[in-house]
């Protein structure tokens, strides 16, 4: 028991003190998330999309059973 202890200390020891993100990294993360949301929302409300998703959609709803 006392080995597989020893062995929890040292690999634990090796961790660095940094575990989490600094504010900065989380600014950036939120300001990267919200400019891909922005583009993503542009994709999916381009005409050529929304053309695409209706046909799909018409074509779904057309099959018979």
């Known amino acids: 028991?006392?080995?597989i202890w020893?062995?929890?200390?040292?690999?634990?020891?090796?961790?660095?003190g940094d575990t989490g993100m600094s504010t900065s990294e989380y600014a950036m993360g939120t300001i990267a998330a919200c400019?891909?949301?922005?583009?993503?929302y542009k994709v999916v409300?381009?005409?050529?999309?929304?053309t695409a998703l209706q046909s799909t959609i018409g074509k779904a709803l057309d099959v018979p059973f």
């Open 1 to 3: 028991m006392r080995i």
């Open 6 to 16: 020893r062995r929890v200390r040292v690999a634990l020891k090796g961790r660095g």
């Open 35 to 40: 400019a891909f949301a922005a583009v993503l």
């Open 45 to 50: 409300t381009s005409e050529v999309v929304s």
